[in-house]
């Protein structure tokens, strides 16, 4: 899977299940000060990757994932 | 002496069966509609009868924020969009809400679909997280008033009433007592319940539901002597509580008052009801309203069309009411059976009717049996005033509870 394809697909389910102003989705975007996702929003990420890519998110491997470019980069190295 | 703090209804909203909210259900009410129907899902999850009050889920995108809706259970859907038209009825908007201390206390008893659904993904994935964050929120028994504390960001008395199909009631009593003791000026008070076919499996379980499949809106039928048993119902219900000098003094619209409440438990059998203990509850209300029977214009029943519910309760009403031959109805017959809801329900239907100079029909009572032959069960639609009227609700471990309410 190509990194657009990944950035596609996170891109929509934030905008349509998140419910995320999608102008604010650049790569540079901190989830959580920028995208407002919070504790209970994650979990519910959880469960839409696992849904979208077929792996769990650890939430161990995302300590360094803050912004919206680093969550795609991790992505890809468990699509891979 | 101390004078007494007064208790008035400023504000009703209803979300069930027979509408979506109080100018649709008052014209339900009004031409003796039912709100019966037929759930496909509970035949193909093997139920005894399919029967149910047909409520359609609302749609809440646009109304509220996606971590919100996350969190509310259908049954909390239901309370929503009844508390939001009361709050409006009453005049009362965010800003009011923001600068004022407001309570809530609602009746529910359950949220089943949120528990098995959560189980279901636990089961298939091994895997808790997979539930979604909205599930705890969702499958507590106070998912009601947790959800609906927090949307309308009320600050004050903030509890479920748990007390199974007599919770709406009981939610109504209390919130008036916190408000005539003096700790809450205004309480938003209901009762909710869920519709889902994951809910009421064990109920049906117990054969105490109506198999009248053919003719869904006759199978409803409370005092009739052909009653098959109850139809499972609910909804949203929610009436505004405010003292009457803060209610006067806000320049509020006041409805009605709530002038009494009675309560009992009949220390007996966890299913069987008693006309001994609904007769305590009765008598405590009219007592605490400081009215007599002559002065009662209207029943609503409780009657759930069940012959055992009805046998006592037609007793009770009986011995209680024989002498003034008070017109009396059960909006179950044409709601089913709103349980953990059913008490707010009727104080929302019966205070429409009392608004309205009108009394709903009992449909579906065509022949009495030799309890009911007694008590003076209204068929049609009657236009008369109400100055009083009384609501019984019991429930399942003998939990009872009668509000009366006057016009003021």
């Known amino acids: ?80 | 002496m101390i004078k007494r703090r007064r208790v008035v209804i400023t504000g009703i909203g209803i979300y069930s069966c027979l509408g979506k909210n109080i100018d649709e259900v008052a014209k339900s009410l009004y031409e003796g509609k039912s709100g019966i129907g037929i759930d496909p899902m509970r035949i193909e999850y093997g139920y005894r009868s399919p029967l149910t009050g047909i409520v359609e889920r609302p749609v809440l995108k646009g109304l509220l924020d996606r971590r919100m809706r996350v969190c509310l259970a259908e049954e909390g859907e239901y309370a929503y969009m009844a508390t939001a038209e009361a709050l409006k009825n009453s005049g009362i908007d965010m800003d009011y809400l923001t600068d004022n201390e407001v309570g809530i206390l609602f009746g529910n008893d359950s949220s089943a679909k949120a528990v098995i659904e959560s189980h279901t993904t636990a089961l298939q994935t091994k895997d808790t997280t997979l539930m979604g964050s909205g599930a705890i929120f969702q499958s507590m028994n106070s998912t009601v008033t947790m959800n609906l504390s927090t949307i309308f960001k009320l600050r004050g008395i903030n509890m479920t009433i748990s007390a199974a199909c007599a919770s709406g009631s009981h939610a109504i009593g209390l919130g008036m007592m916190f408000i005539r003791d003096g700790l809450q000026d205004m309480i938003i008070c209901g009762g909710a319940q869920e519709t889902n076919y994951l809910s009421m499996g064990s109920f049906d379980g117990l054969g105490a539901f109506s198999v009248r499949v053919d003719e869904p809106t006759k199978a409803s039928r409370p005092f009739d002597r052909d009653r098959d048993g109850l139809v499972p119902s609910g909804g949203g219900a929610a009436v505004i509580l405010e003292e009457y000098e803060h209610a006067v003094k806000r320049g509020a619209h006041i409805i009605a008052e709530v002038a009494g409440y009675g309560f009992s438990s009949n220390g007996a059998n966890i299913s069987q009801p008693s006309d001994v203990g609904s007769i305590v509850a009765m008598e405590r209300a009219l007592k605490d309203a400081g009215v007599s029977v002559e002065d009662i214009d209207y029943i609503n029943a409780h009657a759930t069309s069940t012959l055992q519910g009805d046998t006592f309760e037609a007793m009770a009403l009986d011995k209680l009411f024989s002498p003034c031959h008070t017109p009396i109805s059960s909006t179950k017959s044409m709601t089913g059976h709103e349980c953990w809801m059913a008490g707010a329900a009727e104080i929302v239907y019966s205070t429409l009717m009392m608004r309205n100079s009108f009394m709903a029909p009992n449909i579906n009572f065509e022949n009495p049996d030799e309890y009911s032959q007694n008590l003076n069960i209204i068929t049609q639609t009657t236009e008369k005033k109400i100055d009083a009227y009384l609501s019984n609700s019991f429930g399942f471990g003998g939990t009872n509870s009668a509000l009366v309410i006057k016009k003021i």
Not at chain 1, 17 to 34: F, P, Q
Not at chain 1, 47 to 71: S, Y
């Open chain 1, 1 to 80: 899977m190509k990194r657009e394809e990944v950035a596609e697909i996170v891109n929509k389910f934030l905008v349509d299940e998140i419910e995320i102003e999608e102008s604010l989705l650049k790569e540079d975007a901190l989830l959580k000060e920028d995208l407002g996702i919070d504790s209970l929003d994650f979990v519910d990420i959880v469960v839409i990757v696992e849904r979208n890519f077929g792996f769990k998110i650890k939430p161990e491997e995302m300590k360094d994932v803050k912004t919206l470019a680093q969550f795609y980069d991790y992505i890809m190295t468990k699509v891979k």
